[in-house]
């Protein structure tokens, strides 16, 4: 995986281009971008013929619709398979563009330049492109890895603190799953990162990355230890889903997650009192638990139960078992499942 990761990187666009040695470039985004970066992107690409495609921002767009009007946009302007597709954006944008990118006239290259930090530190890396469909997330996809993946930290200086947490919840699971001295100083630095510190942004960008190339370069295919990776995502994927992807974003959706699920490891005696609490008292800072009612906890596994990491139709989680570790669990009991979503312990 070819990673640069800089600053002032759209500035030195022209000369990784340069490397591929394609000219025709066809970039998808979304319209926020385009509103902040068009500017930029035409003074970066002023030496390229290109086209451009933005759709509606939001998890929304991350369906078949949006992927069938860019391939009407694509065959409408002779698109043919010496075209670079560029992905400018965020993790919505990214999934799509790889996936269009997968399955356009049997595949053709593409690069990554995401823009959100969720996007920087998880979604353009690994390969994994793909949309939502009938109420189920990345149901439909494939993998598919970009030809260069381009991290530029001055994106995030127009960045919403709503997002910038959105990036930090994925930045903590690493540091949970991996590398706790990432928790420890993500968690010391969130006003340093809140007010977009660059060489914070950089430390927890360049750890983030490297962990999860470690395990991709390990388990391509998603066959064993990258499934790691999914840890908040079991109960993060079933909030998302129950309010129907437009209550919470998906990083907000995987702190949740975490919270929740190192509750079950609490409960399974996995971790101790004291590594719960601090995780939670961390976790609590950038998004307030809920406490679900019965109904919505039944509904909730019912979502769970559909979730296509499971195995033999038992729902699958990554759990805490020590300082930046977790391990698979396959057969919990409900029970605690349960308790640990009706939030009664908080
Ligand atoms: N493929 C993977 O491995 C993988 C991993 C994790 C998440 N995901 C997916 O990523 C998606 C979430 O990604 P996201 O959190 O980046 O959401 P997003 O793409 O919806 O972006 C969030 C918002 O930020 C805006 N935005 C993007 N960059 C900006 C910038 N620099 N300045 C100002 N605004 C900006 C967008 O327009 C959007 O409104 C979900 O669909 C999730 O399933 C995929």
Known sequence: MNVKIGKNMLGKLDGYLK???INNLYIITDEN????????????????????????PG?????????????????????????????????VVGDIA???????????NYIQIPTTLLAQVDSSIGGKVGIDYGGLKNVIGSFYFPNMIIIDILFLETLSNRDIICGLGEVFKYGLIADYNLFEFTSI??????????????????????IKKDIVYRDKYDEGIRRILNFGHTIGHGIEAYYKFNKFNHGEAVILGMIYESHIAKGLGLIDERYFEKIYKVLKKLIVP??????EIKSLIKIME???????GKITFVLPTGKGQVDLFNDI??????????????
Do not use: H, M
């Not at 559909?306 to 033999?312: I, L």
């Open 19 to 21: 490397d591929t040695g």
């Open 33 to 56: 971008i385009n509103r902040l970066y068009y500017n930029s992107l035409q003074e970066a690409l002023k030496e390229y013929n290109y086209n451009n495609y933005a759709f509606p």
């Open 59 to 91: 998890e929304k767009s991350k369906s078949i619709y949006t992927v069938l009007s860019i391939y009407d946009n694509l065959i409408k302007n002779n698109i043919d398979r010496n075209t670079l597709i560029i992905g400018l954006g965020g993790g």
């Open 98 to 108: 790889g996936f269009v990118a997968s399955t356009f006239k049997r595949g053709i």
């Open 189 to 210: 630095n969130l006003s340093n990162i809140y007010r977009k510190d660059e060489d914070i942004l950089l430390n927890i960008i360049n750890r983030s990355v490297a």
């Open 290 to 295: 809920i406490k679900f009612n019965i109904e």
């Open 306 to 312: 559909n979730d296509k990491k499971n195995v033999d």
């Open 333 to 346: 009991d409900e029970e605690l499942i349960i308790s640990s979503l009706k939030g009664g312990w908080f």
